[in-house]
């Protein structure tokens, strides 16, 4: 099921006058007084002429701009293209534009084998952003076609950078690479359709595709989780002939100082259950296994990239429809460690597969403990389709956000009222699963805290991260993301683990 190509990321000094391509890619800013062409490889002369040209041909350095030309004499490449950085000063562009701009050109650019990247990248972490966007924007889902496109992506980018012989560059490329090919593997993931990924296949594609990494994979079946009293899970997915499954992912390095937790909601597809959702759209609801998707990729990702520091996901599988054994409206549940919730709606289902996961995470008493979920329609309500919230204990709440503006991910942090709590109470058990409908991303939220554990006496650190908007993009493509499967917040994710891993 995860198909994603391999990209070749290959770095070199900004004198590319013999480096034969495709294409080859400049930068050109979206300047006060018009377009202005950027880090230029060329000689002044031609440089100037090809400035002077920018008005002329409609280059208006826009984001997501990509126009093509025959290339000058001064390059072997095949094709010049002129990609939008946006409206920057050369002097204060940001990684993320850099990361954007580039991978917008490697996604534009299907079609084209090799690909010479001349944007402005003086600095390691510049080239890294550029090689980073590439390897976001390079990808390509075709595993359900009967013939395979024709023009596939960029399998070959070579940077051309000022920072060509810093010793510091090839771990930073690898890190690239390693991080693209996690979100390309997410992607895949959550592009494969409904009747392909369910539980078991899902368990078993983890299991598979680990076998060359240094991590451990156990598998829960249904038998195993009626017999530990996994409610929440055997609840949601008792309609389903497809039963559910407990993925347990392990990344346990020997100089491990901290225990980060990770526990993803993996609904492989949501009908809603007897609380049916609207036939219109119901087709993306594949996508409701996201969060599973994201936290396997990123512990792939952890290790791959060696970082000091044990990571233990737990993947909460289950596929949601209507059956004569669906969970109905009234209904109660007994989550794993005992607590009950009765079940008010049977399409607020996330919450209590991510219920058992919680527990069961908490009871190895984990240093932080993050779950990520497309939870809520609430989420998109209130910060749209491309940022996700973060709610839960303030200092990591607010630390995985700053991960993610760090990974160049779009997160806010979201608070938890107090007032809140009393709407998920319940006449008949300990708590109703659904409560106050008006910010119903927070009340979900809500409902999460009261399943997370403590070490002695503590409350674990906690943060919950739903991506309901920002996971699947059914929109026109931008930047390095493509329509369907986003992969948000893997980089996330990764970013923190290695904040938490060096102390920061």
Not at 203 to 218: C, F, G, N, W
Not at 240 to 246: C, D, G, I, Q, Y
Not at 265 to 279: L, M, R
Not at 374 to 385: D, E, I, P, R, S
Request: glycine share 10%.
């Amino acid at each position: 099921m995860i198909n994603s190509m391999d990209l070749k990321l290959t770095a070199v000094s900004t004198d590319i006058k013999r480096i034969g391509a495709d294409a080859l890619v400049v930068g050109v800013v979206k300047g006060t007084d018009g377009p202005v062409l950027v880090a230029s490889p060329f000689s002044a002369k031609v440089t100037e002429t090809l400035q002077n040209s920018l008005a002329a041909l409609n280059i208006t350095g826009a984001a997501d701009e990509l126009v093509r030309l025959p290339a000058t004499a001064e390059t072997k490449a095949q094709l010049l293209a002129f990609a939008g950085l946006g409206s920057f000063e050369e002097s204060t562009l940001s990684t993320e534009a850099l990361r954007r701009a580039a991978g917008s050109a490697a996604r534009q650019l299907a079609g084209a084998s090799t690909v010479v990247f001349a944007l402005p990248a003086a600095t390691v972490d510049q080239a890294a952003a550029v090689a980073e966007g590439v390897a976001l924007g390079a990808y390509q889902f075709n595993s359900h076609r009967s013939t395979p496109a024709t023009k596939v992506p960029v399998s070959e980018a070579i940077i051309a950078t000022a920072a060509s012989a810093d010793k510091a560059l090839p771990a930073a490329l690898k890190r690239a690479a390693i991080l693209g090919r996690a979100v390309r593997a997410t992607r895949d993931l959550v592009n494969v359709a409904p009747n392909m990924l369910y539980p078991a296949t899902f368990a078993q594609e983890i299991k598979d595709s680990v076998k060359s990494q240094p991590l451990k994979v156990t598998i829960f079946d249904e038998k195993k989780l009626e017999k530990d009293g996994y409610g929440g899970l055997m609840g949601v997915g008792g309609g389903s002939e497809r039963k559910p499954r407990m993925v347990k992912v392990e990344y346990a390095p020997a100089k491990a100082a901290k225990h980060l937790a990770l526990v993803g909601k993996g609904i492989t597809f949501d009908t809603g259950g007897i609380s049916i959702k609207p036939a219109a759209g119901m087709h993306a609801m594949k996508c409701d296994m996201a969060g599973a998707a994201t936290i396997f990729q990123a512990i792939v990702a952890i290790a791959e990239l060696g970082l000091p520091i044990k990571v233990t996901g737990w993947l909460c599988l289950a596929e949601n429809m209507p059956g004569g054994a669906s969970t109905r409206p009234g209904d109660v549940l007994t989550m794993f460690g005992g607590k009950t919730v009765e079940v008010l709606n049977t399409d607020a289902e996330g919450r209590l597969v991510m219920a058992d996961g919680l527990v069961a995470a908490s009871a190895e008493n984990p240093d932080a403990l993050i779950d990520v979920a497309t939870l809520t329609g609430a989420q998109m309500v209130a910060l749209g389709l491309r940022t996700a919230g973060v709610m839960g204990d303030a200092t990591l709440r607010d630390a995985v956000v700053a991960a993610a503006d760090k990974a160049g991910e779009a997160a806010w942090a979201m608070p938890m009222p107090e007032e809140l709590r009393p709407t998920i109470d319940s006449q008949v058990a300990d708590l109703a699963n659904i409560g106050e409908r008006m910010g119903g991303m927070m009340t979900a939220a809500v409902f999460l805290n009261e399943f997370v554990g403590e070490t002695d006496g503590v409350k674990i650190p906690w943060a919950h991260v739903d991506i309901a908007g920002p996971a699947f993009n059914e929109q026109a493509p931008f930047g390095y993301t493509h329509k369907n499967g986003t992969g948000s917040s893997v980089r996330t994710l990764v970013t923190l683990a290695e904040d938490m891993a060096t102390g920061k």
